[in-house]
């Protein structure tokens, strides 16, 4: 049992424990007694110095090894003068989009406008840009010519090559090119940065900067013809080129196949991929960052806290804000996950040590309320898990260790994991620590004694878990254990939940709706096993297809890139939101279209009775969610975006404020129908 938090001020705590944040204005800088900057850090995410947080890791790297950083966090980007603002950087611009891809950070998987931005003050959606990567490096170059400008982060990483973009449904060239950046630093990149801050600080060249490992860079023309004449016998894995994986599908699930086939860090390939006459380069990614080496990234001294000046709460820090991460990567490989594309396939995990050191810190803070909300990372049971053979492990191309079996070479083992958590609770300060991070339950359930440790201390009472679907076929896409596997799973938790005098701890397991490979008939299944087992999903996840997922090429081209296999995808937007709809088939605002999906299906056998999914009639509240749904599409903008000022747009133009209906106006029709005509310049009739 913990004992009572020592509590200190809070002025006294940031005096133990962290230090100053980095300058955000010019005038912070001249406080510093600055002179100059050596790098400014641009990012389309409120400054918050929380190790969850990219921008705050990689400023305190840079910072200990000595060099001077300004942070410029979501700039307007319709002017270069907030580039500007700290003068010429001595070494280059770091640009990073965020935390999140932009395009998933402002849109639905129905590519609506999100209503929020939690990576934002109090939530606010416009603070940033559509690829935002782009215009950042674009006013970057404008503001200080000359200044290398090195693009990385979540965004840009998983666009360094050709790439399918859902939101304008085209194959696009790689992010080099189209945002001018001298470089982009794919992965996680603390030692890149650093290692780049070095080199130019030395008087190195860009060109010095093409052999680092986890950097993608474009060539000259004479380079790039240099590269292509040595194709054939070169080092070097050539992809199809950008023209090719535009005009075909096959050639782009050949490149993704080649892709992915070359992550692992210890064996993967150059790759080169030409752009018309230009050829771009991918090295192979960094190595994983050694246990002392994350220690020493975690023991930085963070305040935890977003910048003083922000006046409202910043909602993804209040989320994040109390929780611990002890391991980087996941070996799981699903293939609608990013994941494995950016930390890694090889899990790199911090000493017990450095884990209770902060969470001591912890601890002591003044506003900490004694829970720890997550203690995990990308996974949370994979802690300390690696190959038990290194020598296999350095030639291994097995893109998951876990599926479609657990390796044999695998470690598994959860008694370091059980240890650190028994440590993490008993520390002074600390009332309780959930486990918030995704559960890998295949392997979890080879643990007995972690799932009771689960169960009895580190549960909030429900257990969320992600089988994602039911079907074989579209887990087997996903690389993702049977649904039995689940059953297990839960069977064990809910008698270690018992067998801890906790019988009314629930599992809530997460499920994602047009997936490769799901159709109607699959997601009625998946239904009549939520039904049978008394599952009633709060939330539920529409699949959204990211860059450079191996789904997402399952998405564009419908193929399996591994076994060139096609696989059927629900694109239509009506299919999508039926097959949402079926995961929550128990709500009445779902009935009409629920009933729909079935009578579409040849399962109208599920309408009315026992055994139905959807009851014969509908209730009144089925109707009632009908006419209200009816009625606010006649009455406002189905569709909301955000006025752009630079094109003249007023808010409530595009939508942002509601549009009024302007009801019927005689002759409206045949107007628009005359100013179609003169538009086009056709005087005879229009076929409507």
């Keep these: 049992m913990s004992t009572a938090p020592t509590r200190i001020p809070l002025s006294l705590w940031q005096e133990r424990y962290a230090a100053p944040f980095a300058p955000t204005t010019a005038a912070e800088v001249a406080a ?12 389309g995410d409120a400054y918050v110095d929380h190790p969850s947080f990219a921008m705050a890791i990689l400023h305190r790297v840079l910072e200990k090894a000595g060099f001077r950083v300004a942070i410029l966090s979501q700039p307007d980007w319709k002017t270069c003068e907030p580039w500007r603002q700290f003068g010429r950087p001595r070494l280059f611009f770091a640009v990073s989009a965020g935390n999140m891809d ?77 945002s001018k950046a001298d470089l982009v630093v794919y992965g996680m990149g603390e030692g890149s940065i650093v290692t780049i801050a070095q080199k130019l600080k030395a008087g190195g060249t860009l060109r010095d900067l093409r052999a680092l490992r986890g ?3 474009a060539l000259g023309a004479k380079e790039s013809e240099a590269y292509a004449a040595r194709a ?51 090295n ?83 506003d900490f309320k004694g829970i720890i909300s997550d203690i995990g990372g990308a996974t949370a049971n994979m802690y300390t898990m690696r190959c038990t053979r290194p020598e296999v492990e350095a030639k291994c191309k097995r893109l998951s260790c876990v599926h479609p079996t657990v390796c044999k070479l695998l470690g598994t083992d959860h008694g370091p994991l059980i240890e650190l958590m028994r440590e993490v609770r008993e520390t002074a300060g600390v009332r309780k620590v959930l486990v918030s991070s995704g559960i890998r339950m295949d392997l979890a359930q080879l643990s007995p004694e972690y799932v009771r440790e689960l169960a009895e201390h580190h549960t909030g009472g429900r257990l969320k878990v992600a089988p994602e679907h039911t079907s074989p076929k ?65 939330q539920v996840q529409d699949f959204i297809p ?52 079935l009578i579409q299906a040849g399962r109208a056998d599920l309408i009315g009775g026992c055994n139905g999914l959807i009851p014969a009639q509908p209730p009144k509240e089925a109707i009632e969610a009908r006419r209200k749904h009816a009625n606010a599409a006649v009455g406002a903008d189905h569709y909301h975006t955000v006025a752009n000022p630079a094109k003249g747009e007023k808010p409530g133009e595009r939508g942002d404020e509601p549009v009024k209906n302007k009801g019927y106006r005689p002759g409206r029709k045949s107007q628009q129908r005359r100013q179609d005509k003169k538009r086009k310049g056709k005087s005879g009739p229009k076929d409507y």
């Excluded at 899990?347 to 003044?366: H, M, N």
């Excluded at 096993?529 to 709060?538: A, C, E, I, S």
């Excluded at 789904?551 to 296999?565: I, V």
Aim: proline share 8%; with cysteine.
């Design 32 to 43: 510093r007694g600055w002179d100059a900057v050596d790098i400014v850090f641009v990012t």
């Design 102 to 178: 932009s395009l998933i950070n402002h849109y639905t998987a129905n590519k609506k406008v999100r209503n929020d931005d939690a990576y934002s003050p109090g939530g606010r959606i416009g603070l940033r840009p559509d690829r935002a990567t782009l215009p950042y490096c674009q006013r970057a170059r404008e503001a200080f010519p000359g200044v290398p400008v090195i693009a990385g982060g979540v965004e840009a990483s998983l666009r360094r090559l050709a790439h399918y973009d859902y939101w304008s449904d085209t194959v696009k060239r790689s992010i080099l090119l189209d």
């Design 215 to 217: 950097v993608t860079y």
């Design 232 to 282: 054939a016998d070169a080092p070097f894995e050539l992809l199809p080129s950008f023209e090719q994986v535009r005009d075909s599908k096959e050639a782009f699930a050949e490149a993704t196949r080649l892709i992915h086939t070359n992550t692992n860090p210890f064996n993967a390939a150059t790759l080169v991929q030409f752009h018309d006459r230009q050829a771009v380069v991918q």
């Design 284 to 366: 192979p990614p960094a190595l994983p960052i050694s246990r002392e080496e994350m220690d020493a990234v975690y023991d930085l001294p963070y305040n935890r806290r977003p910048h003083p000046s922000y006046t409202e709460p910043v909602p993804a820090h209040e989320m994040i804000k109390d929780s611990v991460t002890i391991l980087r990567g996941c070996f799981g490989g699903c293939t609608f996950c990013s994941i494995t594309a950016h930390q890694g396939r090889i899990i790199q995990s911090r000493s017990p040590e450095s884990v209770l050191r902060e969470v001591e810190k912890l601890a002591a803070d003044p």
């Design 474 to 538: 579209v887990l087997e896409l996903m690389k993702k254990p049977d649904i039995d596997n689940f059953g297990v799973f839960a069977d064990q938790f809910q008698q270690a939940s018992a067998a801890a005098g906790k019988p009314k701890q629930q599992i809530v397991p997460y499920f994602i709706a047009s997936h490769p490979g799901s159709d109607l008939a699959e997601m009625i299944d998946l239904a009549l096993y939520l039904k049978q087992n008394g599952y009633r999903p709060d």
């Design 546 to 597: 990211a860059p450079f997922d191996i789904a997402t090429c399952m998405y564009y081209a419908g193929l399996d890139p591994f076994t060139k296999k096609p696989v059927q995808t629900a694109k239509n937007l009506t299919d999508r939101k039926m097959q949402r709809a079926l995961m929550q088939f128990f709500k009445p605002e779902n009935y009409f279209t629920v009933r729909e999906a």
